[in-house]
């Protein structure tokens, strides 16, 4: 399993992340795994989404289907497809899973924690998913604070 978590907290209530957080068309605005989305059906709990973006300078897009969707404090979702280049991505994760935590830490304040687990494909894979660790972690850390910034200064 190869693990990424960054946590930081915001001088905001629960309620006003998870606004920004839980909407699909807000994704955009905040993760910088995201320039567009779209959502493909449904809403809330098993909600499918799609995301695209530049991974590493070739157009992605990520399938999506939200597997926790608790308001105000748990937001995941696990990758279903990946294309790179308009073709299905490598394989190099049997699994992907993004969880968004929101826990309060006082009456205007939120400790929110992302985090990305990948169950790799085979070792060599594992090996390559470890080397991106570093990018997926500072794609994490810019994405936390565009939801400060979004949160906190409107």
Do not use: C
């Amino acid at each position: 399993m190869v693990q990424i978590e960054i946590e930081r907290t915001i001088s905001a209530p629960a309620a006003r992340i998870w606004e920004v957080v839980a909407s699909a068309d807000r994704l955009p605005q905040w993760y910088a795994r995201s320039d567009r989305v779209e959502v493909l059906e449904g809403s809330g709990l098993g909600r499918r989404q799609r995301i695209s973006s530049s991974w590493k300078g070739q157009d992605s897009e990520v399938d999506q289907v939200i597997t926790a969707f608790e308001p105000d404090r748990l937001l995941e979702w696990r990758h279903e497809s990946e294309r790179l280049g308009g073709i299905p991505a490598p394989r190099f994760a049997l699994e992907t899973v993004v969880r968004i935590k929101l826990e309060a830490d006082g009456p205007d304040s939120t400790r929110v924690v992302m985090e990305s687990r990948q169950r790799p494909a085979d070792p060599d894979k594992e090996l390559q998913m470890r080397g991106n660790s570093e990018y997926l972690a500072k794609m994490f850390e810019t994405s936390l604070e565009r939801l400060e910034m979004l949160v906190t200064k409107g």
